[in-house]
């Protein structure tokens, strides 16, 4: 897991068409260049020039989602964790060696890190919390609230 520098960068300039084959492999990902390029009525080489175009600005990448469920994960965990005697960033780098932590927000607000866990059952909360997180150097609290319902879980990070 990697926690990103938070340097600013100019963000890519995306016309119809780079939204339109991004729209297209939202709704379906293994969409290949050669459907895409039928439905956009352009060619494959187009659609493949424009995906490597946008992946190596950053603007884009095509990444297979799984869903909590199916690998038998039931419980999801937002942590919040304050930060005392140690680096943000490296108490950070800790926390994201964990494969139960699937994302580390370093934060501006009450919390210094944000974390979204996601465990098998409720057998594993205290366990993971206790053993594990706080087990980390410079780790002072931990706030912990799990999840009862998911109202929305999009992976689209950014609206295009």
Known sequence: MQI???????????????NSIIDILRTNGRTTNQDIAKQLSVTAATVSARLQKMEDARAMRVVAVTDFAALGYNVIIAVG???????????GHDLAKFPEVLSVNVMNGPCDI????AL??????????????ASIA???QI????????????????PL
């Open 4 to 18: 990103r520098s938070g340097r600013s960068q100019t963000p890519p300039i995306l016309d119809a068409l780079d």
């Open 81 to 91: 964790v304050k930060v005392q005697g140690r680096g943000v960033q490296a108490v």
């Open 114 to 117: 944000e974390l979204m866990v």
């Open 120 to 133: 098998h059952d409720f057998s594993e909360v205290q366990q993971f919390l206790y053993d594990h997180i």
């Open 138 to 140: 410079g780790v002072a």
């Open 143 to 158: 706030d912990a609230g799990i999840a009862v319902d998911i109202a929305k879980y999009e992976f689209n990070v950014v």
